[in-house]
C-alpha cells in the first residue's frame, strides 16, 4: 500500500493580518519590521530618553502618531498609558517601562479572498494526501472549518482528524495536521515552551505527531514553521531559526533514540538548503534527507517552493529519516495555486485564479509517496 505525506503553507485561511494580504509579501515589509522593532521596545522594562524617541519614531512610521489605530496597526493601552497625545505639540512617551501600562501592539485582520480559499481547498484536494501538513493557520476552529467547507466542497472527502496546537505567534500563524480516518493522530506534544534563557526558542511551534499507520508501526511528523528571513534585523533572525533548526534535530534524534523508525521534519523553515540556519539540520549526518533530492522526485524545472520557484526561494521541506527514505515510491511540488510572476505566466495555475490576490497561496504544496 502506498500513501502521501504532504506539507503546504496555505499563509492563513479565513483570516489574515491586512498587511500580510497584500499583492507581493514585500509591499507589508515595511510595516512587520517597525511592528517587530517597536514591539521589542515596548518589551523593555525601563525606557530611556533614547527608548523614547525610538518608540515615537515607529509609532508614526506606523500610522499612529495622532490615533491609537492606523491602516494596519492598533495600539491597545487598556490600563495606564504608553503615551499621551496633547491636543496641541506632539505627542509624548509619558511610561518609563514596561511595568506602568498594560496594553500591546495588534495586526489588524481582514477576510481572505473567497476565490483563495477555494483554490486552497482545491490544492489538497487534487495533493490528496493522507497526512497534509499545514503551515499559518489561524487555530483549530478555523481549520475544521476549512475543511468541512473547502476540502470537503466538489466532491472532495474532508478529513477525519484536524489538530492544531496554539503556538507562540501571537498573528495567528500555527503549524497544524490533517489526517484520514485510518491515519489517526495517535499522540502529540508541543515545543511551544522549550526555552533559550527567558525566550522561548519556537516563533510557532515544533508540534511532535504520532500518526497510526495501517499494520501497526508509527508514523512520527515533526512540523515546523522557522523564524521568517523577510523581516527584522537579518543577524537576530538568522541566530533564531539556527536555534530552532538545532534544536528540532535534538528532538528528531530524541525521538530516534527512544526507538522510532519513520519520521519527517516538514514544514517551512524560511530558508534554503545551502544557509548557515540549517547546515546543522540537513547535514549529512543526520541521516535526515529532503524529498527533493531523492530519485523518484519528479520536478518540474523550478528548485524553488516560493513565489517564482527560484532556487533562492526553497523554503519548504519535507525530511525523511532514513528507513522513510527507504519506502519512498515518488514526490512532487504542486504550483496550481500560485500566481507565477507579475501577470501569472510563469507556470500553470487554476483558471478561476485571475490575479496574484486570487492564489491560494504564495508557496506550493509539496508531498512524498511512500510504502507502507
Keep these: 500500500m502506498k500513501f502521501r505525506i504532504a506539507s503546504y503553507n496555505v499563509e492563513n485561511l479565513f483570516e489574515r493580518p491586512a498587511v500580510m494580504n497584500l499583492p507581493d509579501w514585500s509591499d507589508g515589509k515595511p510595516v512587520l519590521d517597525n511592528y517587530a522593532k517597536l514591539n521589542d521596545l515596548l518589551q523593555k522594562p525601563t525606557y530611556t530618553a533614547d527608548d523614547k524617541q525610538k518608540i515615537l519614531a515607529l509609532l508614526k512610521a506606523l500610522g499612529l502618531g495622532k490615533s491609537d489605530e492606523s491602516k494596519y496597526v492598533i495600539l491597545r493601552q487598556n490600563r495606564g498609558h504608553l503615551l ?19 496594553g500591546w501592539l495588534e495586526l489588524k485582520w481582514e477576510t481572505v479572498n473567497e476565490t483563495a480559499l477555494a483554490t486552497t481547498g482545491r490544492v489538497i484536494r487534487d495533493v490528496d494526501a493522507q497526512i497534509q501538513g499545514v503551515v499559518e493557520v489561524e487555530g483549530r476552529v478555523a ?12 466532491g472532495g472527502r474532508p478529513y477525519e482528524h484536524v489538530m492544531v496546537i496554539d503556538g507562540n505567534d501571537e498573528r495567528g500563524i500555527d503549524v497544524g495536521l490533517m489526517t484520514r480516518g485510518d ?7 508541543s515545543h511551544v515552551d522549550d526555552m533559550s534563557g527567558a525566550n522561548p526558542i519556537f516563533s510557532r511551534d515544533c508540534a511532535e505527531y504520532e500518526i497510526g499507520l495501517p499494520g501497526g508501526d508509527s508514523l512520527w511528523i515533526l512540523m515546523n514553521h522557522f523564524k521568517s528571513k523577510g523581516y527584522g534585523d537579518q543577524k537576530t533572525s538568522n541566530a533564531k531559526r539556527k536555534l ?9 534524534q530524541d525521538r530516534l533514540k527512544a526507538g522510532a523508525a519513520l519520521i519527517s521534519v516538514m514544514g517551512d523553515f524560511n530558508d534554503t538548503s545551502d544557509s548557515a540556519p540549517l547546515a546543522g539540520l540537513l547535514a549529512a549526518k543526520t541521516g ?8 523518484k522526485f519528479a520536478g518540474d524545472g523550478r528548485p524553488g517552493t516560493f513565489g517564482n520557484g527560484a532556487k533562492s526561494n526553497k523554503i519548504d521541506f519535507i525530511l525523511l529519516s532514513p528507513e522513510l527514505w527507504k519506502r519512498v515510491t515518488g514526490g512532487g511540488v504542486f504550483r496550481k495555486g500560485v500566481w507565477g510572476g507579475k501577470n501569472g505566466t510563469l507556470f ?12 491560494a497561496s504564495d508557496h506550493a504544496a509539496i508531498w512524498a509517496e511512500l510504502n507502507l
Excluded at 530552532?244 to 528528531?252: G, H, K, M, S
Excluded at 535526515?288 to 530519485?295: A, S
Aim: hydrophobic residues 35%.
Design 288 to 295: 535526515l534527507r529532503d524529498i527533493f533530492e531523492h530519485p
Design 143 to 154: 481549520l475544521k472549518g476549512f475543511n468541512e467547507q473547502f476540502v470537503g466542497k466538489d
Design 244 to 252: 530552532q533548526a538545532d534544536r528540532t534535530l535534538a528532538i528528531y
Design 183 to 189: 491515519f489517526p493522530i495517535v499522540s502529540m506534544r
Design 348 to 359: 500553470p495555475h487554476y483558471p478561476e485564479i485571475t490575479k496574484a490576490e486570487e492564489a
Design 84 to 102: 499621551k497625545r496633547p491636543k496641541s505639540g506632539a505627542p509624548v512617551v509619558v511610561a518609563n517601562g514596561r511595568g506602568d501600562w498594560i
